[in-house]
């Protein structure tokens, strides 16, 4: 008789009597996970969750609310009425009854902040860029994708049914190269400030490049709004390209905007394209009220103060100039994000630990989340650091440094 197999629960070392005959011992269908588990703890690469507590929070360099908006009166009195007047979930997907005249509101002032005709909101950040790829690669489309990319923007490509080529970082020559072999509908996707070095893309050459071969460019903007640009409308309308017609967006509204969503920005004919072919879209419950309503009102407290995003800019550029004047080696930031080298896995993360045992939170990114193998604490600056904060937090993280 052949050996049962039980699914769904940890049988390693039991015993299966079955309906006849003695004992038999189990197959262990997920077994392997215990032997991954001890890699990854051999590796120092061991990922858990702490909760954080909802007072008397550290000070908070770990986490992507650029702008200090996260906790604004404002912006949490928004969500709090929206989740009043339109209950706590959308209730479907957007085509269904999941969109409200409150996404559709944030949609047209996002697009009218950024410079596009016309935007999309979506649940995540990562449904945003699964939604742009997908929808507009497809068997036959080259995709040429930066090397330094967001996982996001990965899984989209791979996701796309295309043919994809990675392309050194940040190199346009490269991108070139790799486009000009293909005949066909074809994208370039990048970033616009990666998330682990911060620094950001060669926006104008690349776009210089995409015209050239007839290809689209997609640009990740994430690290970008709030942060760069006039006023924070960023990095794609600092380089000048916000509304031209081969252009699309994709933000968050869980970094500058301190709530939760994602959203494609771009022609109109874009857009509806995605409503009608982007099945994380489709498919995927609406964005909850109370988060568009949060990001509707930090979108409106921007445009009344937009020296936020120079504040956010300032404090990364002092992080990075004390940090290298203290012996550390960090990478110059082009946004609000500073990486600061760690010798191995297991300094990054006791070096992470003891900063947060001081009171600082800090980033702290391993591989396989960063492309190049090298750890790093990754910092954030945000725009409503005091000057007392920021001397707190750049002695925690030099005291606690790990030394040869």
């Known amino acids: 008789m052949a050996a049962r197999y039980l699914y769904g629960q940890p049988t390693r070392g039991r015993w299966d009597h079955g309906t006849t005959g003695g004992p038999r011992p189990v197959h262990d269908a ?15 690469l061991h990922r858990e969750l702490r909760p954080r507590a909802a007072d008397a929070a550290p ?50 002032e996002l697009a009218d902040f950024c410079g596009f005709e016309a935007a999309l909101v979506l649940a995540s950040g990562y449904a945003a860029n699964l939604a742009a790829l997908t929808a507009l690669g497809g068997r036959g489309t080259l995709i040429a994708s930066d090397a330094g990319n967001h996982a996001s923007l990965i899984d989209g ?67 970008g709004l709030g942060v760069l640009g006039e006023g924070g409308r960023g990095a794609v309308a600092a380089a000048g390209l916000a509304g031209a017609p081969d252009v699309v967006a994709t933000v968050t509204l869980s970094k500058s905007l301190g709530s939760q969503g994602g959203a494609v920005l771009g022609p109109r004919r874009v857009i509806d394209h995605l409503v009608n072919a982007a099945r994380t ?36 550029a002092t992080l990075h100039r004390r940090l290298t004047a203290g012996g550390l080696s960090a990478a110059r930031p082009d946004a609000a994000v ?39 604490l990754r910092l954030t600056a945000r725009a409503d650091l005091t000057r007392g904060a920021l001397n707190r937090a750049l002695a925690t993280i030099l005291t606690t440094a790990p030394r040869p």
Do not use: M
Not at 288 to 298: C, I, S, V
């Open 338 to 376: 500073v990486s600061v080298r760690a010798p191995s896995p297991e300094a990054a993360v006791g070096w992470a630990a003891e900063c947060r045992a001081a009171g600082v939170a800090v980033g702290c990114f391993r591989p396989p989340s960063v492309p190049d193998g090298v750890s790093r």
């Open 30 to 44: 997920l077994g392997w996970l215990d032997d991954e588990a001890a890699r990854r703890h051999r590796a120092g």
């Open 157 to 223: 490509c791979r996701l796309a049914h295309a043919e994809v080529a990675v392309v050194p970082h940040a190199d346009p020559a490269a991108f070139d190269k790799a486009l000009d072999r293909h005949q066909g509908r074809a994208l370039a996707v990048t970033d616009s400030v990666f998330s682990v070095d911060g620094d950001a893309a060669p926006l104008p050459a690349l776009a210089a490049v995409c015209r050239e071969r007839g290809a689209a460019l997609i640009v990740d903007d994430a690290h």
């Open 281 to 316: 879209f489709i498919f995927d419950t609406g964005l909850a009220p109370a988060a568009a309503g949060a990001a509707l009102g930090a979108l409106r407290l921007l445009r009344r103060e937009p020296g936020r995003a120079e504040r956010a800019r300032s404090h990364a």
């Open 59 to 108: 000070l908070d360099l770990a986490g992507n609310d650029y702008l200090g908006l996260a906790r604004h009166p404002e912006v949490i009195a928004a969500a709090v009425e929206a989740a009043e007047r339109w209950g706590a979930g959308a209730t479907g997907s957007r085509l269904v009854t999941g969109s409200t005249a409150l996404h559709a509101e944030l949609e047209a």
